[in-house]
């Protein structure tokens, strides 16, 4: 039998390089003869660079930028001749925050614009940066305060917070810091940034912002919109990250799916054509993994090479018939197998058993 196995991260557990690990051991247990083809998947968000240095030819800058309260975080900078890959979440995301001390409201993008600055002084004159998973929700005002904007009154690099009392927002020295570089932003998300379907009111409950303070926090980036570019805004992939596809946008930036700019670098459809099935995983499936997502991502490869496509995840909280009509053929929940507690105590162990379990299903 011959498999792609092509995972998502699997959240605080697992990156995706680990979770496609631990599927194909599971698998091989049962299908010891199988030719297994491996593609670990990302978004835009966390992953992006671990997966896409994996498959582009380049070289990892190291670089320390500002996380999102200020501390120092470690990033690396994929460079490919002119290009460079960035992935925002090594300077903003949730992650690099612990829960207790999330403060949502003055959490920055100011390290993203640090990172876009040793991208463009490392020689690069085309930016592709990864948006998804991020811990910030200031319209990528601190992004462009790291790039040289200003404003008076108020702040740039303070969060959202900081936006709330502007008058007057110059962009013209961020414009010039990247003159003649062009952005890409490959986002997990299409969403505007502003209204019901805007950054705050869709992502803001997963990084802390409460529904009280949800109607605050937009009219702050409402506010910051006004001043420097209201229409943009409502543009696909602006609420990306909190809004940094807005920044972005406001630098010019193409806005791209990031799964599919992933899937075109892995060389997935190829892979995909030469299989019998194809197994995509990440920590919960649910309605969140619909659109722009790795596993709807994988599956419409997999559709589109009729190939039957399957996924692992740890929760599955999504109805069969919504499930199908992604194009997945089957889900198995880690959960339900093994128990929520062995789930997180042994993750690549659990996943490896709901691997063999489904190879004893699938296995030709
Ligand atoms: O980072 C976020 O806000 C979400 O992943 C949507 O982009």
Redesign the pocket.
């Known amino acids: 039998m011959r498999i792609l196995i092509a995972p998502d991260k699997f959240a605080g557990t697992l990156t995706a390089v680990e979770a496609a690990a631990a599927i194909e051991e599971g698998w091989r247990r049962r299908d010891p003869g199988a030719e297994v083809l491996v593609a670990p998947m990302a978004d835009g ?1 966390p992953g992006f660079i671990d997966v896409l240095s994996a498959v582009v030819d380049g070289k990892l800058l190291s670089v320390t930028v500002r996380g999102p309260l200020g501390e120092e975080s470690p990033a690396t900078v994929l460079l490919a001749g002119e290009t460079a890959y960035v992935e925002t979440a090594q300077a903003c995301g949730l992650h690099l925050v612990e829960p207790k001390q999330r403060r949502p409201e003055e959490a920055s993008t100011y390290g993203v614009g640090q990172l876009i600055t040793a991208a463009v002084d490392a020689g690069a004159r085309r930016v592709i940066l990864g ?4 811990g910030t929700n200031d319209a990528g005002a601190g992004l462009l305060a790291a790039l040289g904007a200003t404003a008076d009154a108020g702040q740039l690099d303070a969060g959202a917070a900081g936006l709330a009392g502007l008058e007057t927002v110059d962009l013209g020295p961020a414009r010039e810091r990247v003159a003649g570089v062009e952005f890409v932003a490959a ?3 299409e969403n505007p940034m502003l209204g019901l379907r805007g ?1 705050t009111n869709v ?1 803001g409950s997963q990084k802390g912002i409460t529904d009280e303070r949800k109607p605050e926090v937009d009219g702050w980036l409402t506010h910051f919109a006004e001043l420097a570019d209201r229409k943009t805004a409502d543009k696909k992939g602006a609420g ?3 809004g940094l596809g807005y920044a972005l946008l406001l630098l010019g930036a193409e806005r791209v799916s990031g799964i599919d700019l992933v899937a075109e670098l892995t060389g997935l459809k190829h892979k995909a054509s030469q299989v019998d099935l194809v197994i995509s995983g990440e920590g919960a499936f649910d309605f969140q993994s619909r659109d722009g997502k790795v596993i709807a991502g994988v599956a419409k490869v997999a559709n589109d090479a009729m190939r039957p496509c399957v996924v692992l995840a740890g929760k599955v909280l999504i109805g069969s018939r919504e499930m199908r009509s992604m194009g997945v053929e089957s889900a198995y929940a880690l959960v339900d197998a093994v128990g929520e507690e062995q789930a997180f105590a042994d993750p690549h162990g659990s996943l490896a058993a709901v691997a063999e379990r489904v190879a004893r299903t699938w296995a030709r």
């Open positions: 968000g948006l998804g998973g991020s986002s997990d998300v950054a992502f990306a990250a909190g």
